[in-house]
């Protein structure tokens, strides 16, 4: 299906014919067109032509309005202050346009496809094997998973990487350990439970660590260990194998607590990038991108330096012949460009992890492996911090478990649900308290500004008042408990019906739906999102506290209203599912 034109675009269009004829030279201008508190819209982009043209802007705009069409679409048009222009649409233009969004069979409401789609590459969740994930995580997975849910719904082609922390010294130690002591991770993987198996692997690290610190002979035999693992050792290998294996069923489990989607084969961690190093370096050296210094290759710029004044240099190769995060950060972009065919690369990183990004996207332009064609981004974000305002830790200064985060905040849920519920079983409570305490911490998260620190306040989150995700989901369920109540009365749309103040500004605000996904989409900028969905539900309240539905005045009238409480859910509904977040039917 065609994608519906939007009443802003059709708006626009009917000005943009009437500045043309008003003044011919100005017939790609931008009549700059935006909601108003005075009207529907208003227009201001008069002014900038009528000092380009040397005219007085009010009377340029009086011309311009005498050529306006109106009837259909716009019903009136006032010239305002030194020439804006005041545009009231019809009730009739509003109706027809949900109507039309409405009959997208696709379910789509109105989002049209991005007209030059390309290959987007996002890195994100990426959780490191054999440590538990922490508060940090939490960012990087919410946000990134959104990201891929606007970006795919508008019909990019997107790829996920999630690239895990896999590689690395401490693998020898672990391995050797694992070696001498076979019996500790000796379970079927299937018996155990995410939590179960982090457990394992956090007892054995605490175990070999030990060792390694007390053992000259142990710590010698581990130090030769990651050297095997490096070469290639088939044992070294499956041994170490064994240790991602068990970090995955952890991964799988919080990320399903998360109601996050993670495929297996979308995980392609550090050691994924082995077999390029040596030549990522060559190829930097060779091209003269990279030089050696005091034995390390590094790659140096002159915009970033150190407190000393110095120039901090990028070091893609140790001067030991060990490779840093530089080598695998490059041998991945060179992967993500050439075999995987990115036309852009999307990192959901921490903003502490600014200056390294900066450097390895810098130093793969050098390359040529990014250009104007390929570029790379850095969604940075901000920190998680605790109603003190400092990074949020436990009272005893340690970092957050990610699971006990997340099974408060549906325990809290689960509270507020049980307190509201009238025919709900246990199950069903407990159900809703996964959907609503999830919802509430990815809602916190994602209406934040990414690159913002934001404050994680459980009893805020899982409040029924204000911008939260409960108060969505609630005006959701309110909606499907009316369309019940309705019973044999099905929603229809009426064009013919007057509106009232809070219907039209209801009908408005579902009509900027698809603008606000595709520059939610375009942005990377779910927050965007976010914020429409927090005042479509407060005008649906306004709606719904104004205008009785059942109990309207005449049957078209109800069924109108039940028309704008359908659309206005399946809005809601589809808009929480690009940010992840379910939309129970009942609260």
Known sequence: MASVTSLTASVHQRLASALSATLPEAADADPLLRRSDRADFQANGILALAKKAKAN??????????????GDVIKDVEVSGPGFLNITVTDK?????????AADPEGRLGVPYTEQPGTTVIDYAQPNVAKEMHVG??????????????????????IRRHHIGDWGTQFGMLIQYLDEHPHELDHKAAEVTGEEAMSNLDRLYKAARKLFDSDEEFKTRARRRVVDLQAGDPHTLAMWQKFVDESKIYFFSVFEKLDMEIRDSDIVGESGYNDMLAETCR??????????????????FDDIKGPDGKPVPLIVQKSDGGYGYAATDLSAIRDRVFNLKANTLLYVVDARQSLHFKMVFETARRAGWLNDDVKAYQLAFG??????????????????RLVDLLDEAIERASAVVREKAQDLSEEEIAERGAQVGIGAVKYADLSTSANRDYKFDLDQMVSLNGDTSVYLQYAYARIQSILRKAGDVRPAAHPELELTEAERALGLHVDAFAETVTEAAAEYAPHKLAAYLYQLASLYTSFYDKCPVLKAETPQQ???????????????????ALLGIRTPERL
Do not use: W, Y
């Open 137 to 158: 995580h939490l960012r990087s997975a919410v946000i990134g998973d959104a990201v891929v849910n606007l970006l795919e719904f508008t019909g990019e082609n997107v």
């Open 383 to 400: 920190t998680v911090l605790g109603k003190d305002g400092k990074p949020f830790k436990t009272r005893e200064g340690e970092t957050v």
């Open 93 to 101: 233009a509003i109706t027809e346009n949900l109507a039309a969004r």
């Open 283 to 300: 190829l930097l050296e060779e091209s003269g991108v990279a030089v050696r210094s005091e034995g390390a290759l590094c790659v140096f």
């Open 558 to 576: 109800v069924e109108n209203r039940l028309f704008l409480c359908d659309i206005t859910a399946r809005t809601l509904h589809r808009g929480m």
């Open 57 to 70: 802007p009010r009377e340029l705009a009086t011309q311009v309005v005498s050529h306006v069409v109106t």
